[in-house]
C-alpha cells in the first residue's frame, strides 16, 4: 500500500513502472523468438559490446561537446553493428563462431571501460548501465524506449511467420523460398533493439536474464510461439513493477529484485510444466 501511495504522487515511480510495462511487450515478443532458435549466447555477445557504444557516446558528449547524443544512440548504433557481424560470422564462419562472439564481447567491454576512464565525471553515471537503475529512467529516455518498443514490435508483427518458420525449422523455410539468412539479420537487429530498451531496466549485467527467463518459463506452459510471447510478456511485466515495489519497500537493486523474481517465476513454471506432463502421462 506504501508502495501504492508513492506510485500516485512521485513521477519518477509513474516513469519507471512505465518503462517496466514498456520493456515487457518487446521482451516477451523478442525474448520467445531468442529462447525458440536457442540463441540466448548470440544475445549475450551483443548486449555486452552496447557498453563500447554507451562509453564513446557520453565522451562524445562531454569531451567533444556533442551535447545531442545521449548514450543510449551509441548504444543502438553499437547493438545493430554488433548483431550485423554476429550474424555473418554465424551464417558463413560457424566453426569459428563462439571465439569471434567472444572477441567482440570482450573487445566491447574493453572499449567502454577505456572511453569512461577518458571521461571526467561520468564512471558513476554509465555504472547504472550496468547494472540498471530503472528509477532514474527521464521522460526523454522514456520516450526513446517507447519509439524502440514500437520499431520492434512493428517488424516482429509484419515478420511474424516467417521469424517463426526460421527459429523453427531453418531448412524447410529455405525450401519454401524465404531468405533464411536475411530473416536470421533481421531476428540479431531485433534483438539489439530489445537490448538497448533493456539496458535502462536491468543494466547490461542482467539483461539476457530478462530476455531469456520470462519467455523460457512461458515455454514450459504454452503450446505456440504466440501464446508463449504474451505469457514471456505478462511475466516480465509483473517481474518488472514487482521488481521496482519491493526495491522501493527495501532499498534493494531494482534490476537485480527483477531477475531474481523472474527467476523464481522461470523455477515455478518447470515445477508446474513436470507436474502436467507426469499427470497426462498417468493418465
Known sequence: MGFLGALMEHGFLQRAVATGLLASVACGVVGSYIVARRITYVAGGIAHCLLAGLGIARYLQVVQGWGWLHPLYGALAVALLTAVVIGWVSLHWTEREDTVISALWAVGMATGVLFIARTPGCSQDLMSYLFGNILMVSPAELWLIALL???????????????????????????????????????????????????????????????????????????????????????????????????????????????????????????????????????
Open 149 to 283: 518498443d514500437l520499431v520492434v514490435i512493428s517488424l516482429a508483427l509484419v515478420w511474424y511467420n516467417q521469424l517463426t518458420a526460421v527459429c523453427f525449422d531453418p531448412q524447410f523455410a529455405r525450401l519454401r523460398g524465404l531468405r533464411v539468412e536475411a530473416l536470421y539479420i533481421l531476428l540479431l537487429c531485433l534483438t539489439a533493439l530489445t537490448v538497448v530498451v533493456l539496458v535502462t531496466a536491468v543494466g547490461l549485467v542482467l539483461v539476457i536474464a530478462l530476455l531469456a527467463l520470462p519467455a523460457a518459463a512461458a515455454g514450459r506452459l504454452s503450446r505456440s510461439l504466440w501464446q508463449m510471447m504474451l505469457g514471456a510478456a505478462a511475466l516480465t511485466a509483473l517481474c518488472s513493477v514487482g521488481g521496482i515495489a519491493a526495491s522501493y519497500s527495501t532499498d534493494l537493486p531494482s534490476g537485480a529484485t527483477t531477475i531474481l523474481l523472474a527467476a523464481a517465476g522461470y523455477l515455478a513454471a518447470v515445477a508446474v510444466g513436470y507436474i502436467r506432463d507426469r499427470y497426462a502421462r498417468q493418465h
